[in-house]
């Protein structure tokens, strides 16, 4: 068995009746890796992790842990553990008895449960804590508790099911760090379901984006946010300003030709497999850049469009505005403001410029 390949997911297909959900996933995950499964509601990513624990038999395909074929086996016999949405504790047992619980279904003697028990408490500042009920804790040590007890049986894989969704925003932030420097100091797998992108960006080595049951790309944070492989992708990237172009490949340039908001115009064809023809344009709020439309500077490569600002907020450190660009509204950042019924230069930098042939924007 080599390193590459500790958690091996070969051909997995699951559906619920007719409906398929899950479509071939081929899925190497290395040894200590953490892999975020990140992805919109219904797009199949809880139920490649229930797949994986156990919880979901899949209708064809195998799971391999460490070179051993797990798909039939049932999810106690698989050195997983799941850390649930729900956190999913007894109310009526204590902080302790809860850690302690899948060891003691183990049968691991009272001193020995004890010590471990009392280790990961202290591993996840919980000291002082055993005696309390789960309803005297704050919602962040509930969730520690919760991960402590998936913790203790030493599993071989983590699996986690959205486990910050419940908390506040600001405690959210802060437990997504120590979750990962926990799970980095303890060098264990971790498969990580979510559908915040941010979560998934500033956790995971390696980033899994699904869409309807397939995966549409794969790699590491940056690799999935600067260089997305479908308009899909980059749309839930956080590139949602689109605008349909038409381009026509010229040696390494594309050509876009005059439209309602912009003049003639190229950018490096930079390795992107695009045809002539409709063209799929995003780009992310960030990435635009607001002049005067008399008052335009010397650019660098990209496209240069001209609309008009709708309306202007202040959603924190940027003015955000709503530009018409011909028959489309876009969202732009600025630090400088410009007021609704302005006329405005709209420059996107090539890089940032996301381009797709529009009848190849999905995975079919």
């Not at 049968?107 to 449960?113: F, K, N, P």
């Not at 990580?192 to 899994?208: F, L, W």
Request: proline residues 5%.
């Amino acid at each position: 068995m080599s390193e590459a390949g500790f958690l091996e997911l070969t051909g997995i297909e699951s559906a619920y009746g007719s409906t398929a959900v899950l479509k071939s996933i081929d899925l190497s995950v290395r040894h200590g890796e953490f892999v975020a499964l990140l992805g919109s509601s219904g797009c199949g990513k809880t139920t490649l992790l229930r797949a994986i624990a156990g919880f979901v038999t899949p209708t064809a395909g195998t799971i391999r842990v460490g070179g051993y074929d797990v798909t039939q086996q049932p999810p106690d016999k698989r050195g997983m553990a799941l850390m649930f949405q729900s956190y999913a504790l007894w109310p009526h047992m204590t902080v302790a008895d809860n850690i302690g619980y899948g060891l003691k279904l183990r049968g691991v003697s009272r001193a020995e449960r004890a010590q471990k028990v009392a280790a990961m408490q202290a591993l996840l500042g919980l000291e002082g804590l055993g005696e309390r009920k789960p309803a005297n804790l704050s919602g962040g040590q509930r969730q520690r508790v919760a991960l402590g007890r998936a913790l203790v049986i030493d599993p071989e894989i983590l699996l986690l099911d959205e486990p910050l969704s419940n908390l506040d925003a600001r405690i959210r932030l802060s437990v997504r760090h120590e979750l990962r420097a926990l799970q980095q100091r303890l060098g264990i797998t971790a498969i990580h379901v979510t559908h915040d992108r941010e979560e998934a960006m500033v956790m995971a080595d390696r980033i899994v984006i699904l869409d309807a049951g397939q995966i549409a790309q794969q790699g590491s944070p940056e690799e999935v946010y600067n260089k997305p492989a479908s308009a899909f992708v980059a749309a839930f990237m956080g590139a949602e300003n689109l605008l349909t172009l038409q381009g026509s490949v010229e040696g390494d340039r594309l050509v876009i030709a005059p439209g309602p908001a912009n003049a003639l115009g190229s950018v490096p064809l930079a390795s992107r497999p695009l045809v002539s023809g409709a063209i799929e344009a995003r780009f992310r709020p960030e990435a635009a850049q607001l002049f005067p439309v008399d008052a335009i500077p010397t650019l660098g490569p990209g496209m240069t469009f001209r609309g008009l600002v709708r309306s202007v907020s202040y959603p924190g450190g940027v003015w955000r505005h709503v530009v018409q660009l011909g028959d489309r509204e876009v969202l732009a950042d600025s630090l400088q403001a410009f007021a609704a019924g302005d006329q405005v230069a709209l420059h996107v930098p090539a890089p940032s410029l996301f381009l797709f042939n529009s009848d190849a924007n999905r995975i079919r």
